[in-house]
T-cell receptor, first 111, second 114 residues
Framework: LAKTTQPISMDSYEGQEVNITCSHN???????ITWYQQFPSQGPRFIIQ???TKVTNEVASLFIPADRKSSTLSLPRVSLSDTAVYYC????????????FGTGTSLTVIP | DTAVSQTPKYLVTQMGNDKSIKCEQN?????MYWYKQDSKKFLKIMFS???????INETVPNRFSPKSPDKAHLNLHINSLELGDSAVYFC?????????????FGPGTRLLVL
């Protein structure tokens, strides 16, 4: 499975759009990308996932360029409650392996 | 109503003791996991079961033994607890839609070994 690299931490002001990029240079043809969010003292929670191009749901958008070597999680107009750790995972559609969490990105939203 | 539940939420025990953590999911999922999250917040897979069968066993000391009595339950028994076992243990279950897997995590069990 492709190794993922994310920034360790990011700060943002309330109301701004936040983009967190994950690098996965060795992503394979059948691999897909999933993002999870973890609040302190809670288990990770699914945010969004995709295979290519752009995916949007009520919480976030996921942008995957054509070469798929990176992906960007976009959180529109963040609030203080978006302060959390965000993990990017690469999963294999054939084997089902999607459990290698990297270091994650610790996002702090500032008032 | 809780999708994935774990008991106990907190566990404080002495070195050398044996303890168990229980996990139950009411989502009807076939796959369940155990993860360990250490003090540096690194989340590491330990075991995975599919329909009560062990399918993933990462490099975990054999003091850790998972047991799945049915596909809704995955328990973790730890023998001879060591200081380094102190961590938060998360259970998760997952399902597949369109070839993509989504995991649902429990609230975690905070284990402190003294």
């Amino acid at each position: 499975l492709a190794k993922t690299t994310q920034p360790i931490s990011m700060d943002s002001y309330e109301g701004q759009e936040v983009n967190i990029t994950c690098s996965h240079n060795n992503i394979a043809t059948n691999d897909y990308i999933t993002w999870y969010q973890q609040f302190p003292s809670q288990g990770p929670r699914f945010i969004i996932q995709g295979y290519k191009t752009k995916v949007t749901n009520e919480v976030a958008s996921l942008f995957i360029p054509a070469d798929r070597k990176s992906s960007t999680l976009s959180l529109p107009r963040v609030s203080l409650s978006d302060t959390a750790v965000y993990y990017c995972l690469v999963g294999d559609r054939e084997t089902g392996n999607q459990f290698y969490f990297g270091t994650g990105t610790s996002l702090t939203v500032i008032p | 109503d809780t999708a994935v539940s774990q008991t106990p939420k907190y566990l404080v025990t002495q070195m050398g003791n044996d303890k168990s953590i229980k996990c139950e999911q009411n989502l009807g999922h076939d796959t369940m996991y155990w993860y360990k999250q250490d003090s540096k917040k690194f989340l590491k897979i330990m075991f995975s079961y599919n329909n009560k069968e062990l399918i993933i066993n990462e490099t975990v000391p054999n003091r850790f033994s998972p047991k799945s009595p049915d596909k809704a339950h995955l328990n973790l028994h730890i023998n001879s607890l060591e200081l380094g076992d102190s961590a938060v243990y998360f259970c998760a279950s997952s399902h597949w839609v369109g070839g993509l897997e989504t995991q649902y995590f429990g609230p975690g069990t905070r284990l402190l070994v003294l």
